[in-house]
């Protein structure tokens, strides 16, 4: 019997089952929790899996293989390739991305009845890591996907409102799940392995790039000794992360590992922390400050509008190494508990799979996200932006003070 469900091809992550990044365990959820629902293929790169560890399903979702990196300059032809190859079977191509923005009308003209949704991710053209040539085209390739898809979605209230006055669009407003992550009881042989969880020590994961601020996190703690600090992440994948290492492998209090892929491990490490540093600054709702939430953790986090909004403004904010330098000396004079109780709220309210997975069915289906709301909204905090013509950036406004972001959002 011919199935009825709309096909559905999922393009611009690395693959699942998810190993690494949010994009990843966006999709590694969605496949759990709408497989009933559509009829899925994700596309995954064949440079990131093992021949023998492909598959042609997973949980429902056919598995197919590009033979590209998902990441990088490769990225426009990996995300181009599967968009043109999912264009001849699937009724919705939800894009992950703005890589391969650039090729869509074309695409549109050709297969003018199919749907094309897209995720814009943050504002990929900001990040510092990218030369002048690189911004101009992510920059140019996110305006002609925003105006040639069919829905936009957006992760973060911010970025929704800048799609707003960047575009005119109404873009769809749908963050991240953390309820994924677990709380891990330390077991002794984990001791022996990771000898820090016997004592306090903060703790972030992260991709090493500038803009997750890891040369200022680094530097505030290489200058208060008496504060141990654990960070995952790729620190041999580009040279700001092999300097990086070489310059604090050697600093007593500072633990740098490479990266965790199994959650079970990553968990231990992340829920036994005695607080976590959240560096990220470009844009969106990070998942790893999210999961940070969901765990009751208490944060310390990069003074930029993206987190402010993504933590309610709720978490410790600082800017620059000594403004950190000075948090970490009174560490045990600050609101903790308090912090933690209030994020971890904030996440169970609002950062859950079932609700996400939710909204991006509805989107999918072409029914209204809100349809069947799965908690209560604040109506007490009134957000809104405007353009400042002296100040560039935007304010945030609510019911109780105002916000000013120290980077802004340049419109």
Avoid at 217 to 235: D, T
Avoid at 307 to 334: G, H, K, M, W
Wanted: hydrophobic share 40%.
């Amino acid at each position: 019997m011919k199935s009825t469900k709309k096909k559905l091809a999922v393009i611009g992550t690395v693959g699942v089952p998810a190993k690494y990044g949010g994009f990843e365990t966006l999709v590694h959820y969605m496949v759990e929790n709408l497989n009933e629902r559509f009829d899925m293929t994700v596309y995954c790169s064949g440079v990131a899996y093992k021949r023998e560890d492909q598959m042609a399903n997973w949980k429902g979702a056919r598995l197919k293989y590009v033979p590209m990196k998902a990441n990088g300059w490769q990225s426009i032809f990996y995300d181009l390739y599967s968009m043109v190859h999912a264009l001849f079977y699937a009724d919705v191509l939800l894009v992950l991305g703005i890589s391969a923005g650039l090729f869509i009308p074309i695409l549109k003209m050709i297969w003018p009845n199919k749907k094309i949704i897209l995720n814009i991710d943050g504002l990929e053209w900001r990040r510092p890591k990218w030369n002048w040539a690189i911004k101009k085209y992510l920059m140019f390739s996110e305006r002609i996907a925003c105006k040639y898809c069919d829905e936009i979605i957006t992760d973060n209230r911010i970025l929704k409102a800048y799609a707003k006055i960047r575009y005119n669009i109404d873009s769809h407003l749908i963050e991240y799940g953390a309820d994924h992550v677990k709380k891990v009881t330390i077991a002794q042989k984990d001791i022996q392995r990771y000898p820090f969880l016997d004592g306090k020590y903060a703790f972030k994961v992260a991709r090493i790039e500038p803009e997750n601020h890891l040369h200022i996190i680094l530097e505030a703690f290489a200058k208060v000794p008496q504060n141990k600090l654990v960070i995952v992440g790729n620190w041999k994948n580009s040279q700001y992360g092999i300097d990086l290492l070489e310059e604090y492998k050697n600093t007593a209090n500072i633990v740098l590992l490479d990266p965790i892929y199994e959650q079970k491990e990553l968990d231990l490490l992340r829920s036994n922390a005695f607080y976590y540093l959240h560096g990220h600054s470009a844009g969106g709702t990070n998942p790893s400050l999210v999961e940070a939430m969901y765990l009751g953790l208490p944060i310390l986090s990069f003074d930029v509008i993206y987190n402010r909004v993504t933590t309610n403004n709720q978490a410790i904010f600082f800017s620059t190494v000594e403004e950190l330098r000075q948090l970490l000396l009174q560490i045990d004079r600050q609101p903790l508990i308090a912090v933690s109780q209030q994020l971890q709220e904030y996440a169970m309210k609002r950062y859950t799979w079932e609700n996400i997975c939710f909204r991006y069915g509805n989107l999918l289906d072409g029914v209204s996200i809100e349809t069947k709301p799965m908690f209560k909204r604040e109506h007490s905090q009134r957000i809104s932006i405007q353009k400042n013509k002296k100040q560039k950036g935007a304010r945030i406004y609510s019911n109780t003070e105002k916000i000013y972001a120290p980077d802004g959002v340049m419109f």
